[in-house]
């Protein structure tokens, strides 16, 4: 029978209400005994690593987490599964795809509805969870296996702000399905993140929205305050404001790192319009395109890329280097 380690660290999961709302009271031994088939499917240990909310989680958190991994593949488990909040659950997951190099799975899951709430889906959510952990098919990677489905760190991201189907992946759809024959694959399961590395974090960065009328003085204060990088929310395929794009210019003329993302659902950045703010001429300032990377996801993506590197030239290529067909 495969081994799976179930790291907890809070969430919905794990609340319960409270006179102030709800809070984590439950541990991760608590929610293993909840669903007694686990046991049907894997030998199952528990390590407790935090008990947040993932809304409080720190990067030192996530760090200790990408750690507790990396101590789980060294005892030679099979997979890991991950107790999580959802309201974070993809940055997590993908800080994860990109620092830990394993070659076992390992499997976020949580819940939308708190364990003391009728119909909670945090039990059903981690039986899934360790069915992909402990499926010889996933070799490694980083998941979300949540409502039946099962996403690529890479890919996913919180769709649905309460709904029991919190998940999606944009264009790429999910890996795999829990159907009633069991779990079918509908692409291959891998990590989709070229590693970086580092685990810790160490760099400062700041995420920075465009969208109509909004003006440079945000983005001049986060360099004014010494930020290490930036990253730009930008609207449609990597536009900004005209005040924004010409402080683009003096922000990576002063040696800071700035990363343009689009802040739609769906799609990528791409040069083609010129003009102040322009996404041809941000790159010609020479920000980095994301490519399809979300700006949350870049935003982590370029504080590990800053905490590893020292080179500017090295730090655009981690945003330029493909794993298969998939730009990174």
Known sequence: MPTVRVLSTGGTIASTAGPSGATPSKDGDDLVAAVPKLTEIAEIDVESVCDQLSFHLSFSNVASLARAVERAADNGVDGVVVTHGTDTMEESAYYLD??????????????????????????????????????????????????????????????RAGRPDAYASPDAGPVAEITADGLSLRRDPRSESVSLPTVETTARVELISSGLAIDARQLERAVADGVDGLVLAASGIGNTTPEIGDAVADTVDAGVPVVVATRCFDGAVGARYGGPGGSQTLRDHGAIPAGDLPPWKARIKLGLALSAYDDYEDVRSAFQRQRGSILK
């Open 98 to 159: 990109l620092v830990v190099d394993t070659t076992i799975p390992v499997v976020f899951t949580g819940a939308q509805r708190p364990a003391d709430r009728p119909g909670a889906d945090g039990p059903a959510n981690l039986l899934q969870a360790v069915r992909v952990a402990a499926d010889d098919r996933f070799a490694d990677g980083t998941y979300i296996a949540f409502g039946n489905l099962v996403h690529a760190a890479r890919r996913v991201t919180k769709a």
